[in-house]
């Protein structure tokens, strides 16, 4: 069965701490794994990971997806209290796309 | 602003009826996509049109349909409502099918008494 799985599911860090979300898969007929960025609201892009090893930078925003593994890292540095919200991993495969359960991140002042 | 808009924002029924849900993507966008998201179920994939035809099929009811229309928008029939319908439903659009970034509209959320 296709699965997707992140960790932490909830994180709770001070103001200017770095973090990593991890997003682990198994899956077949994988095409890409995205990033999104949930506050009160609809998901906002944030990354789209298609090849093993190459870096997506945004900001303090990073991530890299490793394909060997089946496994991707986000990476935000220099947290700050907007960067409170659920993260979310997607895998998109041929024929559907799946979720992750988010890990909800709440930046302390 | 993502540029997918959705109807209604907000919309309560009771158990047993039916509702339309609509979706407008972002200008030049051929993919939709739904998705339905619960507090207890997180966000899943229902169902993906491309350029008119369904072309992705996830964890949607049989009490479900969707179509997409020629001019792109699209809808999204939900029937014989349930207690458990009450969710968060989502439009996605993207310019290919199951690739690149996906716009998200800003949801209509359905209560089902």
């Known amino acids: 069965e296709d699965k997707v799985v992140q960790s932490p599911l909830s994180l709770v860090v001070h103001e200017g701490d770095t973090v990593t979300l991890n997003c682990s898969y198994e899956?077949?007929?994988?095409?890409?794994l995205l990033w999104y960025k949930q506050e009160k609201k609809a998901p906002t892009f944030l990354f789209m990971l298609t090849s093993s090893g190459i870096e997506k930078k945004s900001g303090r925003l990073s991530s890299i997806l490793d394909k060997k593994e089946l496994f991707s890292i986000l990476n935000i540095t220099a947290t700050q209290t907007g960067d409170s919200a659920v993260y979310l991993c997607a895998v998109a495969l041929d024929d559907k796309i799946i979720f992750g359960k988010g890990t909800r991140l709440h930046i302390l002042p | 602003d993502s540029g997918v808009t959705q109807t209604p924002k907000h919309l309560i029924t009771a158990t047993g009826q039916r509702v339309t849900l609509r979706c407008s993507p972002r200008s030049g966008d051929l993919s939709v996509y739904w998705y339905q998201q619960s507090l207890d179920q997180g966000l899943q994939f229902l169902i993906q049109y491309y350029n008119g035809e369904e072309r992705a099929k996830g964890n949607i009811l049989e009490r479900f349909s969707a179509q997409q229309f020629p001019d792109l928008h699209s809808e999204l029939n939900l029937s014989s409502l349930e207690l458990g319908d009450s969710a968060l439903y989502f439009c996605?659009?993207?310019?290919?099918?199951?690739?690149?970034?996906?716009?998200f509209g800003p949801g209509t959320r359905l209560t089902v008494l």
């Open positions: 996605a659009s993207s310019s290919v099918h199951m690739a690149g970034t996906q716009y």
């Open positions: 899956v077949t007929n994988f095409r890409s």
